[in-house]
């Protein structure tokens, strides 16, 4: 989105009460010593907006958002409830203007409660993907991505996520020379690989009832093994389909899929503690061979299990102090 010359690109960072500090200092540090934009802040009226511990003195409301060529909406604290319905008219009004819409973290909250994501793919931060897709359940919310260029509408992930979604924004405007010297200056990655998967603590489905927790214990204990539906089954003491109606009901997912995730949390838990090969840890876990690790990896959490393990490979001195 290139301006014509002598013309300024115009960004308007929207706070609402609970915004973090490293996301307003993101959506406004990453622009605003650039000459090729022009960064404003407000609020939903002029006046102080609090923080997340300290206290934002804006002087601009929400008229802002009819000028800008951008409006990025950083994260903030009541998620549950959604904003004010005069914000969320702003927000709309700006985007038929052909504003450009940005969110940083549950900022996409905000977009999806004005009805700007609905049939559209967008991202949160892991922790709140699923209270996105159940509150708005016309959003296709994709987990596992840093970010979303969905056009004319762009989410990111978690926090530092908004660097990466803010860099690729100067990509598009500036060029990769532009882009590649403000992260210089940031001291920060270009571009990240991967997804947001591999930042999740654990990826197998949380479970919401307890009948069948000590055969998923037992799961876990023997992930090596060659587990089918049907010795789940036996193992449970149900029929295949009452198995597989009960299992879903208690995680939300297919035994297959929870057991598939449940190896990957131990290959990255072994990965990230131990100097196993890939090949050994495929055996320990039961994904196999190392091409079927790496094809895990990269359909699960977008990146492979050597660049995994250079991402959060503990030291061993790191690792004698946590055992």
């Excluded at 295949?240 to 990957?264: K, N, Q, V, Y």
Aim: with cysteine.
């Amino acid at each position: 989105m290139q301006e014509p010359a002598g013309e300024r690109h115009r960004v308007a960072v929207l706070v609402l009460p609970g915004v973090p500090a490293l996301e307003f200092g993101i959506a406004t540090q990453l622009f605003a010593p650039d000459p090729f934009y022009e960064v404003t802040v407000c609020g939903r009226r002029a006046g102080p907006v609090p923080g997340a511990g300290f206290t934002i003195d804006t002087t601009l409301g929400l008229d802002t958002l009819s000028g800008a060529d951008t409006v990025i909406v950083p994260g903030y604290l009541d998620v549950d409830t959604p904003p004010e319905p005069e914000v969320l008219t702003a927000l709309r009004a700006a985007h038929a203007a052909d504003a450009r819409l940005v969110s940083i973290c549950v900022g996409a909250f905000a977009l999806a409660a004005a009805g700007l994501l609905d049939e559209r793919p967008a991202t949160t931060h892991w922790q709140y993907a699923e209270m996105l897709r159940q509150s708005y359940p016309k959003v296709d919310v994709q987990p596992n991505r840093l970010y979303i260029d969905d056009g004319d509408i762009l989410t990111s992930a978690g926090v530092t996520a908004g660097l990466d979604l803010g860099l690729h924004l100067i990509r598009l405007d500036r060029g990769p020379a532009a882009a590649n010297a403000r992260a210089r200056s940031l001291v920060a990655a270009p571009r990240r690989t991967g997804g947001q998967g591999q930042f999740i603590e654990q990826l197998r489905a949380q479970p919401r009832g307890d009948e069948l927790s000590s055969l998923r214990d037992w799961m876990l204990a023997n992930l090596a093994q060659e587990l089918t539906i049907d010795a789940l089954a036996a193992r449970a003491h149900m029929s295949r389909r009452t198995f597989l109606r009960h299992f879903r009901d208690e995680t939300g997912t297919s035994p297959m899929a929870w057991l598939a995730d449940a190896r990957i949390d131990k290959a990255r838990e072994l990965l990230e503690t131990t100097d196993l090969s890939v090949e050994r840890i495929g055996r320990l876990t039961g994904l196999g061979a190392p091409s079927s690790v790496r094809a895990a990896f990269h359909r699960r959490i977008a990146t492979s299990p050597q660049e995994y393990r250079q991402i959060f490979r503990l030291s061993r001195t790191e690792n004698r102090a946590t055992q």
